[in-house]
């Protein structure tokens, strides 16, 4: 008791005031709808064979299914930030699993390529973008000593998930043609909206001030609204761009071996086999990894961005390792590398979204993930297709590894520029929003306060 009363009354409500029971069924909530959002998209890849059978259309135009849908994803994060920071996180969440289940349901009915490119592209990619942000930043808001740990085993699901439903959509699509089969991905996606409907409604504790007809309709005062719901203020805060500046640099390389680590196995002389088993080794080490950073993290032994620069270096570094093997022929030194970097990758992820309120606070976290999802769209993107470009123009996977890690090592350094990076102890936080700001964002406000609440009770 002592030393409860001895912190910090931030402290004290930082450490007390969440982490409360509520948080874990909304954990669980997250780890559901990010399998059926991550999961399932890594898993259409089922579907490629398939619909360049059946439309007769080139592997090229197929494949902007996919990248469509993971592009609309991220595009569509900061109107899924908004809309929670002015209504209701509940309604977002549950409208996006609605919008993500009939892309598919819709899909199924497809008569061109280029419904495809609308249904699983542009209406399922807005539900997912209206979920994934949402549902992480209510569960930042309800965890503070276990949050990394909690992003941890929240983000396995990813892996789990991915592992499932390869052989699940490989024999519904056996069993049912990819019609049926979509079909019934698209009643599934549908479990996002319980998901949704379990983030609690919130009381309007405090009312916004009134506003003068006059000021409602002027340009100023909506653009005013506007930029406060997406946070656009961040844009031009140092810390903020710096850590969104390196983010966006892991990102370019981030996803290369995902792609291209087993046609270089294959180039490099190993089997079908083998290359896909290296491939699913790296796949079982990220799950591991994920839930290892996060429960190292919270250990409260070293920084959290201290811990991201080094799982991000470690990940460039094998990255730029993995071609050793084409040059030793050693399918043992492939299998190692392969491993630690799964394990790096997987450690990495669970961090970025932790150190996010570190930089910017707890009740800005809802617009701040959504446009570091918006601004590292592009850099996800771009990293495979210069990968493909370095490959066709010296003939192997080498430089394109190597300039692959080199972009996660050059994020790490951009890293290290942030204010207090060298200091052992974390700055102070960010001062809270003024009253009147507040009002403009009462859903993380009062999600804080909900939280203290339930950890009380319980």
């Not at 961090?351 to 601004?375: C, D, N, T, W, Y």
């Amino acid at each position: 008791m002592a030393d409860s009363e001895s912190k910090p009354e931030g402290r004290r409500e930082e450490d007390e005031g969440q982490d409360g029971s509520w948080g874990w069924v909304l954990l669980a909530a997250l780890f559901v709808s990010t399998s059926l959002v991550f999961g399932l998209m890594r898993s259409l890849g089922i579907f490629f064979v398939e619909f360049v059978q059946y439309f007769e259309e080139s592997a090229h135009a197929i494949s902007w299914i996919s990248s469509i849908g993971l592009a609309a994803q991220q595009f569509f994060s900061p109107l899924g930030a908004a809309l929670c920071n002015a209504y209701n996180t509940r309604l977002v969440v549950m409208t996006g699993g609605l919008l993500s289940g009939l892309g598919l349901i819709l899909a199924s009915q497809a008569t061109c390529v280029f419904h495809l490119y609308l249904t699983m592209g542009v209406v399922s990619g807005l539900g997912w973008g209206l979920v994934f942000t949402p549902m992480v930043a209510t569960v930042m808001a309800h965890f503070a000593r276990r949050r990394a740990l909690a992003l941890g085993l929240a983000f396995s699901s990813i892996g789990l998930s991915s592992f499932a439903f390869n052989p699940l959509f490989l024999l519904l699509v056996e069993r049912y043609a990819w019609r049926g089969a979509l079909l019934i991905l698209g009643g599934l996606s549908l479990n996002i909206i319980p998901c949704g409907a379990l983030v609690r409604p919130q009381r309007r504790a405090k009312v916004p001030p009134k506003v003068s007809p006059e000021s409602k309709s002027s340009c100023a005062d909506l653009t005013r609204r506007v930029s406060s719901y997406l946070e656009l203020p961040l844009l031009v805060e140092r810390p903020y761009v710096t850590f969104t500046l390196g983010v966006t640099l892991f990102n370019v390389g981030y996803f290369v071996p995902y792609f291209h680590l087993v046609a270089h196995s294959r180039q490099a002389g190993f089997s079908d086999y083998q290359a896909a088993f290296v491939m699913s080794a790296a796949g079982a080490t990220d799950i591991l990894g994920r839930v290892v950073s996060g429960w190292f993290a919270d250990l409260g032994h070293f920084r959290l961005i201290h811990l991201l620069s080094l799982w991000t270096g470690l990940a460039g570094v094998f990255i730029m390792l993995l071609p050793v093997s084409s040059l030793t022929g050693s399918y043992a030194a492939l299998t190692v590398v392969g491993l630690l970097y799964g394990f790096c990758s997987g450690a990495l992820t669970s961090l970025v979204f932790a150190v996010v309120p570190k930089i910017v606070g707890v009740e800005r976290i809802m617009g701040a993930l959504g446009l570091l999802q918006l601004i590292e769209s592009g850099a996800g993107l771009l990293g495979t297709p210069l990968s493909g470009l370095l490959k066709d123009t010296t003939g192997n996977y080498v430089a394109s590894f190597l300039v692959a890690g080199s972009f996660l090592i050059l994020g790490t350094l951009t890293l290290a520029t942030l204010p207090h990076y060298f200091s052992c102890t974390d700055p102070p936080p960010p001062q809270r929003a003024a009253d009147s700001d507040k009002s403009r964002h009462p859903e993380m406000e009062e999600m804080k306060d909900l939280a203290s609440e339930i950890n009380q009770k319980s």
